[in-house]
C-alpha cells in the first residue's frame, strides 16, 4: 500500500510520510487495504507465472538436449519473459482491483469507493467501467511482468547455474543466494514499468471521460517532463523490501516443489 501511494504521489513522498499521514488520519488498517486482492493476485499471477516459467524451462533444456546446444542465459530469459506476459494476463483484473483498492484512500470521501472485498471491487468495476475496465493497463502489467520474471526468474536461473558450476555450496544456500541475486535484478528492471502501471490502472475517468494518460508512453512524457526521469525510481528502498522478501520465500519454495515433484 506504501509503495501505491509513493508513487501516485506528486510530491516528495516517502514511506515515513505515507505511514505518517496514515496513523494521523487514525486509518491504520488502510495499510492492509487491498489484502484480499493482493492474495488473489498472487494465487492467479504468481501460480500461472511460476508453472509456467518451470514448464518453458524443461522444455527448452529437452530441445538443447535433442539439438545437441546449450542451455544459457538467453534460454532462461525467455523462459521468465514468456512466463511473466502469460501470468500478467491472465491475474490482470485481481492486479487492477488491488491498485484500486489501495489509491481509494487517496481520494475525498465523496469519491470513493470504499470497496468492501477484492469481489466488490471486480464487480464494481464491471458494473462502472464493462468487462474491459478489469483489463485496464494491462499493457504495462504485462511489460512490468516481463521485466520482473526477466529479473527474478531468469537471474535466479543463472545465479543457480553459476553457483552450482563455481562453488561447492550446499543446495539449499545456494537457492537462498540465487533468490538474493534475484529479486535485487527483479526491482532494478521493473520499478520504471510498475511505477507507470499504478499511475495508469488508478486513474478514473473524469465527468467528460478524459483521463490524465492516454497510454504508456504518454505517461512516460508527462511524467518525465513534469516530475523528471529519477521520478520513476523513487521509492525503491519500499519497493525492494516489498519484492525481495517475496522473491526470495517464493523462489525457495517453488525450487524446492519443482526438485521433488521431478
Known amino acids: 500500500m506504501i509503495k501505491v501511494r509513493i508513487q501516485l504521489s506528486e510530491g516528495a513522498a516517502t514511506p515515513v510520510t505515507v505511514l505518517r499521514q496514515v496513523v494521523s488520519q487514525g486509518r491504520v488498517l488502510d495499510l492492509y487495504s487491498g489484502l484480499s486482492a493482493g492474495i488473489l493476485r498472487q494465487v492467479v499471477y504468481g501460480t500461472a507465472r511460476l508453472g509456467l516459467f518451470f514448464t518453458f524451462e524443461d522444455m527448452l533444456k529437452q530441445r538443447a538436449r535433442r539439438d545437441g546446444t546449450t542451455y544459457g542465459f538467453l534460454e532462461r530469459a525467455s523462459a521468465g519473459i514468456a512466463a511473466g506476459a502469460l501470468g500478467a494476463t491472465i491475474g490482470n483484473p485481481a492486479e487492477v482491483a488491488l491498485i484500486r483498492m489501495q489509491s481509494d484512500g487517496l481520494l475525498p470521501a465523496s469519491q470513493r469507493a470504499n470497496y468492501r472485498s477484492v469481489f466488490h471491487a471486480l464487480s464494481s468495476i464491471t458494473r462502472n467501467e464493462g468487462v474491459r475496465g478489469l483489463w485496464s493497463g494491462a499493457y504495462p ?18 545465479s543457480k547455474h553459476q553457483l552450482t558450476e563455481r562453488t561447492a555450496l550446499s543446495e539449499q544456500t545456494k537457492t537462498v543466494a540465487a533468490s538474493c541475486i534475484a529479486g535485487f535484478f527483479a526491482a532494478f528492471f521493473s520499478l520504471p514499468f510498475d511505477f507507470m502501471k499504478s499511475r495508469l490502472q488508478s486513474q478514473r475517468k473524469s465527468a467528460d471521460g478524459a483521463v490524465r494518460y492516454k497510454g504508456m508512453l504518454d505517461c512516460f512524457v508527462k511524467v518525465s517532463k513534469d516530475e523528471g526521469l529519477l521520478r520513476f525510481y523513487r521509492g525503491f528502498g519500499t519497493y525492494f523490501m516489498r519484492l ?4 526470495v520465500i517464493a523462489l525457495i519454495v517453488a525450487d524446492n516443489l519443482n526438485m521433488r515433484l521431478r
Open 244 to 247: 525481495a522478501p517475496h522473491t
Open 141 to 158: 502489467t504485462i511489460i512490468r511482468a516481463m521485466a520482473v520474471n526477466f529479473g527474478q526468474l531468469a537471474f535466479f536461473s543463472e
